[in-house]
């Protein structure tokens, strides 16, 4: 097949040196035999770059959005789904018939691997802390709101209805017995990195999800688990959410 004929997938975001997508998608073209798509890395330096590159690569059929971008890239979308609206943050773009579409997987990944977590271990959950406010923190939210299950995000700069990280008390981790990092920190190459919560007044009672997912066990994951916490890592997750990506792309 000639390089004008094949279909560009990619990711969008910055920076993008340790991505888990390119690997997933090469696997996965390889054992389904899939022929005629690729996907690249696109590190864009702001999200008004998103209309340049495509105009470069008009043969760009579908983006996945990541950090920092979630949120700002939904200003060039000409249709967003229900639930990417109501989350306020992108993960998906889909360019079809001269339109931008966005949609947002992340949701159906966490969403998957949190329930099978709960499943694996026997949880039952009192309430979720959310580490961080950024896109990904939409999702998640949107997600436990879904579940029924009372959260509160932290954050470095709390707003009236968030905790900060020094109101994290042994009474905190027991009512909101989930905890779940959408913050980078702790990511590869920066693994000596994490939140700032008192980890040890966690127990057995508690459960540690960390979107990230390189390194496999982050210092967040490492130091809950030490406690007795059960732990889970953002790799499952993204799996899940680049099939569903997958599924908007050829659909």
Not at 2 to 26: C, K, T, V
Not at 33 to 47: F, M, R, V
Not at 60 to 72: A, D, F, M, R, S
């Amino acid at each position: 097949m000639s390089e004008s004929n094949i279909i560009r997938l990619g990711l969008i975001g910055y920076p993008l040196s340790h991505s888990f997508s390119p690997d997933y998608f090469a696997r996965k073209f390889e054992k389904e035999d899939i022929q005629g798509y690729d996907y690249d890395l696109y590190p864009i330096t702001t999200a008004y770059h998103l209309q340049a590159l495509l105009q470069f690569h008009p043969e760009i059929k579908g983006l996945n959005v990541t950090v920092p971008y979630k949120e700002t890239v939904m200003a060039f979308v000409d249709e967003l789904d229900p639930q990417a609206e109501a989350i306020g943050a992108v993960n998906t773009l889909v360019f079809k018939d001269g339109k931008i579409f966005g949609h947002n997987t992340d949701v159906g990944g966490f969403k998957n691997s949190l329930e099978a977590l709960i499943k694996r271990v026997g949880a039952q959950l009192s309430g979720a802390l959310i580490l961080g406010t950024g896109g990904a923190s939409k999702a998640v939210a949107y997600c436990l709101n879904e579940m029924g299950l009372a959260f509160k995000k932290v954050s470095r700069n709390p707003d009236s209805d968030q905790f900060g990280y020094a109101d994290i008390s042994a009474e905190t981790l027991q009512n909101y017995n989930l905890i779940i990092n959408t913050t980078p920190l702790g990511t590869y190459p920066n693994v000596e990195l994490c939140p700032a919560i008192p980890y040890e007044k966690l127990g057995h009672q508690n459960l540690l999800f960390d979107l990230v997912y390189n390194p496999e066990k982050t210092l967040f994951l490492k130091k809950g688990e030490s406690q007795g916490a059960s732990i889970q890592n953002g790799l499952e997750m993204l799996e899940i959410q680049a099939e569903l990506s997958w599924k908007l792309w050829t659909s």
